[in-house]
C-alpha cells in the first residue's frame, strides 16, 4: 500500500469529547507523524519513532519544525459578501444590511463578477487553511454555480445554498423571489449539487443547505413551504442554515423586530415550524443534527435547551458581533446547555478569514464578560470549536475533525517562519516547567498567532487544495 508520511509538530483533539472535555482530549506530539493511505486516510497518528514498519517506506514529507492541525471549519460565511468586509453604513445589523450588504450582493446578479468572486472566496479559503465551511449563498443560481465549481476544482468541502428573501425594503428588492420561486430555486440547487462531485453525500465534499436568510427576509408562507422540503429532503442529507438572536437593540433590533413581526415567544420558534401568532404551530420544524444558526448572542434559554435537544449547532462569530455591536455570547451559560459549539468568521459582517483570528477574538471576548461569567478559554478549547466542533456541526465529525485512525486526512501544514513574529514567540518564549502548562502554552500561542502567512499548505482527505 503506497502510503504518505507527514512530518511535524502534531495537535488536535482525540476521540469524540464534548467542548468542555477537551482539555483532556487534547493530543500534542512534538515530533509527530501523520500516516496517509492511498485514499487520503489515516492510518497512524504518532510519534515518529513509533511508525509502524509497514509504512516506513511510504512517501515522507518533512515539515519540521512546522506544526500539523486539523483544517479549520468555519460554520458561518458569505460568498455574497467576498468583497464587502470592511462596509461602513453608520449603524447595527438593519442598518448595514440595508444600506451595504443588499447592494454589495446585488453585483453578484452579473455572471461576470459572481465568477471572479467564486476564485476570490475560494483562494481565501485555502489561504486560511478552511478546508470545510458552511457557506451563505448568493441569491442568483449562476453565482452558486461558479462557487460550487470553484470549490470543487480547489477540491475543498463546502456546504451552501442560495440565501432566500420572499420580503424585505427597496435594496433587497433584487435578491427577493416569489414564494413559488424560492422553493423551485432551491430545489433545483438541491438537485444539481447535493453531493455532485460523488454521487453520494456519504463521500462528497459537495453539499447544499436550504438557507433563509432570516426570519425578517421571509414569510410564514415561505417558512411553511422550506419545512415542506425539508421535510422531504432530510433523509438525503441536505443542511439547514440561518441567523439566529444576532442583535438585540430593544425595540428597534433584529430580535424584537422577529418577534413583533410575527408575534411569537421567541426567534427561535420561527425556525422550529412555531411562526404563527402566539408560537402556535403553522408547520415543519428546520431545526436538527444538519441545522447551523449563526451568532445566538441574546438565546433565551428554553431556546438553548431546544437546540441542544434536537442537535442543532451554534455558529458562534465572536469578530462579527464585534464589529456590528451585536454583544458578546455568553459562554459559560451555552455550554452549559450541551448544544454544540462551532465558530465562523462570517466575513464580511465579520473583517476576518483566519479561524485563528475568531479564536483569538473569542478568548478575549468570552475573558472579559462581566463578574463571574468571565471565563479563559482553555486552548484545547479553542481548537475544539475552529476543527472538531465544526465537523460535527456538519454532523461530518466520522468523516474528519481530528487525527483519529480511519477519518479522511484534512489538515494544515503551520510554518511559523512565514511570520516572523510567530517564529520568534515560539522559540523564545518563557515555557512552564509543569510539562502539560508548557504544551497548553505552546498551542495558545500558535493559535493566537497564525496568520495567513504561516499556512503552509493545505490538504482535504490526503490531497493538497490547489489555488486558481
Excluded at 131 to 152: K, N, R, Y
Amino acid at each position: 500500500m503506497a502510503t504518505h508520511t507527514h512530518l511535524g509538530h502534531i495537535f488536535h483533539i482525540a476521540g469524540a469529547p464534548k467542548v468542555t472535555e477537551a482539555a483532556a482530549a487534547l493530543v500534542s506530539i512534538p515530533d509527530g507523524a501523520l500516516v496517509l493511505d492511498d485514499s487520503g486516510r489515516i492510518v497512524f497518528c504518532g510519534d515518529r519513532a513509533e511508525i509502524p514498519s509497514e509504512y516506513e517506506s511510504g512517501t515522507v514529507h518533512d515539515h519540521r519544525p512546522g506544526f500539523l492541525l486539523p483544517g479549520f471549519v468555519d460554520t458561518h460565511i458569505h460568498f455574497p459578501q467576498t468583497y464587502a468586509g470592511d462596509s461602513y453604513g453608520g449603524g447595527q445589523l438593519l442598518e448595514w444590511l440595508t444600506l451595504c450588504m443588499f447592494p454589495s450582493e446585488t453585483k453578484f446578479a452579473d455572471p461576470e463578477f459572481a465568477q471572479q468572486a467564486a476564485v476570490e472566496f475560494t483562494n481565501r479559503r485555502i489561504s486560511a487553511g478552511t478546508t470545510a465551511a458552511m457557506v451563505f449563498g448568493s441569491a442568483f443560481p449562476h453565482a452558486q454555480d461558479a462557487l460550487f465549481t470553484e470549490t470543487q476544482k480547489a477540491g475543498l468541502r463546502i456546504v451552501s445554498g442560495r440565501g432566500i428573501q420572499t420580503v424585505g425594503g427597496e435594496t433587497a428588492q433584487p435578491l427577493m423571489t416569489s414564494e413559488e420561486d424560492a422553493i423551485r430555486l432551491t430545489r433545483e440547487e438541491i438537485e444539481k449539487w447535493h453531493g455532485a462531485d460523488t454521487g453520494d453525500v456519504a463521500t462528497a465534499l459537495l453539499h447544499v443547505a436550504i438557507i433563509p436568510r432570516f426570519s425578517l427576509s421571509v414569510t410564514p408562507e415561505t417558512l411553511k413551504n422550506l419545512g415542506e422540503l425539508y421535510e422531504e429532503v432530510r433523509d438525503r442529507g441536505v443542511y439547514v442554515h440561518s441567523h439566529l438572536n444576532e442583535n438585540n437593540r430593544p425595540g428597534t433590533g433584529e430580535v424584537d423586530s422577529t418577534k413583533e413581526t410575527y408575534q411569537v415567544n421567541s426567534y427561535l420558534d420561527t425556525y422550529d415550524g412555531k411562526f404563527l401568532p402566539g408560537s402556535e404551530v403553522g408547520g415543519k420544524s428546520l431545526l436538527g443534527r444538519r441545522t447551523i444558526l449563526a451568532h445566538c448572542v441574546h438565546c433565551q434559554d428554553v431556546e438553548l435547551e431546544r437546540m441542544a435537544e434536537t442537535g442543532t449547532s451554534v455558529s458562534h462569530c465572536p469578530i462579527s458581533q464585534l464589529f456590528l455591536g451585536s454583544g458578546t455570547m455568553p459562554w459559560k451559560r451555552t455550554v452549559a446547555s450541551g448544544v454544540n459549539i462551532s465558530v465562523g468568521t462570517d466575513f464580511g459582517g465579520g473583517d476576518e478569514w483566519l479561524i485563528p483570528r475568531v479564536l483569538g477574538d473569542a478568548f478575549k471576548v468570552h475573558i472579559t464578560e462581566a463578574g463571574d461569567d468571565g471565563v479563559s478559554m482553555h486552548p484545547a478549547e479553542m481548537l475544539f470549536v475552529g476543527t472538531l466542533g465544526g465537523a460535527r456541526a456538519l454532523d461530518m465529525e466520522n468523516r474528519f475533525g481530528n487525527f483519529d485512525v480511519g477519518k479522511e486526512a484534512d489538515f494544515v501544514v503551520v510554518d511559523p517562519s512565514g511570520t516572523p513574529a510567530l517564529d520568534g514567540l515560539l522559540r523564545n518564549a518563557f515555557r512552564a516547567a509543569d510539562p502539560e502548562l508548557a504544551r497548553d502554552q505552546t498551542l495558545f500561542a500558535l493559535l493566537m498567532g497564525i496568520r495567513e502567512t504561516s499556512i503552509a499548505e493545505v490538504y482535504v482527505a490526503g490531497r493538497r487544495a490547489q489555488l486558481s
